[in-house]
């Protein structure tokens, strides 16, 4: 930034000798025709000019070499400094003080410009180190939730690879222990045949197990990335919902289940698939928090906008409606206990990733008279204009190709 001269430089008191100068030279030429009034207006335009540009004192003496060269040049009896009239005495005088009041002003409103000034580049450089606290703040805040959710992640982890690996070596090794223990004279095995497949299934089931913790891992992934890829068929809701019963059979051995759809519902084109695994976590949460023996509704309706809104409610103690939000988010829990078990933090997160890559949306409501929770979700019906895999059957062949 250019440095503009302070009150005290020479520049100053050299533009303010050489603008009287030139002023009482340009007017000089007119001689006795030039009015008085007119002068001092101009030498005063100097004044001014001085005391804007570099400060009062530069003004001061523009003032009074004004003053000065208005006498001798103008006043009668011109070239002398004496002032014959009475009425120029009080014309001179009045010119001095308009002057140097003028040049006080414009000199006061240049230091109150400056200060201005001086104030927005101090509050300009509060704002940028505000900005920059926050910037930093927001840096530490997000390595702390990258450290918590690298925290959430272990633990889960942790607990869901650790169970079934625990149980997968402990029935391996009862059965290598068995298997070195038995030699041809030896007694009968420690085994019967029914503890051998007990073992045998133990493990098939926590591979399975493992398996599936493992593909959530991976379609959350593809969730996050943006790669989630649907393979839209047209499809039946009813069967999506026997499909995830199927597999959430050992998990519904002590509840009751209760299914209600609606007759005559649409067809649906989505990924039959990703929308049973929403069915099936839904069905998972309400196992876990539903006591043994009560009621889990799994039900499916027309909506309006064209859309299909299934839903599954349990009679378990509910989830608070300030975490509602919250258990859709990757790697959220609620706290472990008798009634709300631990669990991946992940279905739920996998659930809404599908449902709003189809067009829909999962949400949490009250159960029936408030007890326990209704999680909702809706997907769009369709239409027979889209576009379909390679493939795959259109809505009007649906019907028949399924017989």
């Known amino acids: 930034m250019q ?7 020479w520049s100053g008191y050299a533009i303010a000798v050489a603008g009287i100068a030139g002023v009482t030279a340009t007017l000089s030429m007119f001689g006795e025709r030039i ?7 101009a030498m005063l335009l100097v004044v001014l000019f001085v005391a804007a540009a570099w400060g009062l004192r530069p003004a001061i003496l523009s003032s009074l070499l004004g003053v000065f060269c208005f006498n001798f040049f103008f006043l009668p009896p011109a070239g002398t400094l004496t002032i014959a009239d009475p009425e120029n005495w009080v014309a001179l005088i009045a010119f001095l003080i308009t002057a140097i009041t003028a040049g006080q002003l414009s000199a006061r409103a240049r230091r109150r410009a400056e200060e201005a000034e001086e104030g927005r580049r101090e509050i ?5 180190e505000l900005r920059a606290a926050f910037e930093r703040a927001s840096h530490a805040e997000a390595l702390r939730q990258s450290e918590r959710l690298k925290s ?5 982890v942790t607990h869901d690879l650790r169970t079934p690996l625990t149980s997968i070596k402990a029935s391996a090794t009862t059965l290598l222990d068995e298997l070195r223990a038995e030699t041809p004279e030896s007694s009968p095995a420690l085994l019967d045949e029914e503890g051998r497949r007990e073992m045998l299934e133990v493990i098939d089931e926590e591979c399975d ?31 999506m919902v026997e499909l995830a019963l199927v597999r959430a059979r050992k998990l519904t051995e002590q509840h009751r289940i209760e299914i209600d ?9 989505v990924d039959a698939r990703a929308v049973s695994e929403v069915i099936y976590s839904l069905i998972d949460n309400a ?27 349990d009679s378990g103690p509910g989830i608070p409606a300030e975490l509602r939000g919250q258990v859709f988010d990757k790697f959220f829990r609620v706290s472990g206990d008798a009634t709300h078990p631990a669990g991946t933090g992940m279905g739920l997160a996998i659930a809404r990733g599908i449902v709003e890559a189809h067009g829909g949306r999962i949400w949490i409501e009250d159960g029936p008279g408030g007890i326990g929770n209704r999680v909702d979700f809706t997907l769009p019906i369709g239409d027979e204009d889209e576009t379909e895999p390679e493939g795959t059957l259109d809505k009007r062949s649906y019907a028949s190709a399924k017989d």
Do not use: C, Q
Not at 3 to 9: F, G, I, K, V
Not at 35 to 41: F, I, R, S
Not at 124 to 128: A, P, T
């Open 287 to 313: 196992t876990k928090y539903s006591p043994a023996g009560s009621l889990i509704r799994i039900s499916a309706s027309r909506a309006e906008n064209e859309m299909i809104k299934a839903g599954v409610e």
């Open 209 to 239: 197990r493992l398996n599936r913790f493992i593909e959530g891992l991976v379609e959350l992934a593809r969730i996050e990335a943006g790669d989630l890829r649907l393979r839209r068929r047209w499809g039946n809701i009813e069967e």
């Open 35 to 41: 009015n008085h009034t007119t002068v001092a207006l």
């Open 261 to 269: 759809i609606e007759k005559d519902l649409p067809i649906v084109l």
């Open 3 to 9: 440095r503009r001269p302070n009150d005290s430089s």
């Open 152 to 156: 959430a992640l272990l633990d889960a």
């Open 124 to 128: 300009e450089r509060l704002y940028n």
